[in-house]
């Protein structure tokens, strides 16, 4: 929804994939069969020498990098005892420190041209935690503060970094619960439903664009009450 509703803004996507080759290409073929462009590249974003070369195929074929998005994630209910060292290191990898070292190379490009946005996606659970959702939140939780701190030192460089923390929304992820879990999770939240995936990319395009121009360092949580 988040690469969609970009191009639909103008953007040229280029959409990161790992396992999902064929959702990736049916993905590029939708948006470019709408008038506009996008390609798939496919990335380890646990594998850091592998987030370089993809920064630099970007910029040695379009030149630049305009807008980051931070979204690769793992999702996994287990109790905190129960959670294995391999877990909480693969949770890291893919969620907090792929969103680091990306931004690192992403941020040397945008230096050269004084300009430039980082948006990454969090959870509700980075702002107030979830029970057997620890290493999850400690990751979520990981880049808001990522966000806060990097947003203050790239904000003299007219970079802005904002984050995105959904709550419950309607996506695969939430497969994993039954038709009961789902009604009373939904009895919990006070606009009673789940949140859509266009509501989040809404506000991902909202940050990227240029109303948002003097807005940096804060999180948008779209959660529809369920945290505030």
């Known amino acids: 929804a988040i690469c969609k509703t970009l191009a639909k803004a103008g953007y040229l996507v280029i959409i990161n994939y790992f396992h999902s080759e064929i959702e990736a290409e049916n993905l590029v073929k939708e948006i470019r069969s709408l008038g506009h462009y996008a ?6 974003v646990r594998d850091i020498s592998s987030l370089k070369e993809m920064v630099n195929f970007i910029c040695s074929k379009y030149n630049k990098i305009d807008l980051l998005v931070n979204n690769a994630g793992v999702s996994e209910h287990k ?18 420190s792929s969103a680091f ?22 959870s509700m659970w980075g702002l107030c935690g979830a029970s057997m959702e620890v290493h999850y939140s400690i990751a979520k939780a990981g880049l808001i503060g990522f966000t806060k701190a990097l947003a203050q030192e790239l904000a003299p460089s007219n ?33 009673g439903r789940l949140g859509t995936t266009e509501e989040v990319a809404n506000c991902v395009e909202f940050l990227a664009s240029d109303k948002a121009s ?5 999180v948008l949580s779209v959660n529809g009450g369920y945290v505030l």
Request: charged fraction near 20%.
């Open 39 to 44: 390609e798939k590249y496919r990335c380890d």
């Open 79 to 96: 109790l905190f005892q129960d959670i294995t060292e391999q877990e909480y290191n693969n949770m890291i990898s893919a969620t907090l």
């Open 101 to 122: 070292f990306l931004s690192q190379f992403v941020v040397e490009k945008m230096l050269e041209v004084k300009r430039g946005k980082i948006i990454n996606i969090s």
């Open 159 to 191: 970079i802005q970094v904002n984050c995105v923390a959904p709550g419950a929304i309607n996506t695969r992820m939430m497969q994993g619960f039954t038709v009961e879990e789902l009604d009373y999770f939904c009895e919990n939240i006070p606009m």
């Open 214 to 218: 003097y807005i940096t360092g804060q």
